[in-house]
């Protein structure tokens, strides 16, 4: 992953609102959610969460996909997980600090 890449990501999870729909998006996972859903769960107007889905989609963080005539919007796994990789890639000088099931590291 591009260090442009990684500071367009976090710089898009960088807003509370962004955030709280990346979220919401991750938990529903690969079925994803219409912006009605998402606007009406978050109590925000269309309008307004609409900027914030273009943004993400934008940083590549979500993708959309039409299905008839909704929206359906999906955290986009591979890019999160190249994410995270870029930021935990150090970790441990470079050495692998996480046994299967760990949950801390081992530095």
Do not use: W
Not at 25 to 44: H, S, W
Not at 82 to 91: D, I, K, M, Y
Request: some cysteine; overall charge negative; hydrophobic content about 45%.
């Amino acid at each position: 992953m591009e260090e442009t890449d990684v500071i367009r990501s976090l710089a898009a999870l960088a807003h509370g609102l962004r955030l709280q729909v990346f979220r919401m998006l991750v938990v529903a996972g690969p079925a994803g959610m219409t912006p009605g859903a998402i606007a009406e769960q978050l109590d925000v107007p269309g309008a307004t969460l609409s900027f914030h889905l273009k943004e993400l989609t934008a940083a590549r963080l979500v993708t959309q996909e039409r299905d008839g005539r909704n929206l359906i919007y999906r955290a986009a796994y591979d890019h999160m997980n190249a994410l995270l990789g870029f930021l935990t890639a150090n970790c441990c000088q470079g050495e692998a600090c996480l046994e299967a099931n760990a949950t801390d590291c081992k530095c």
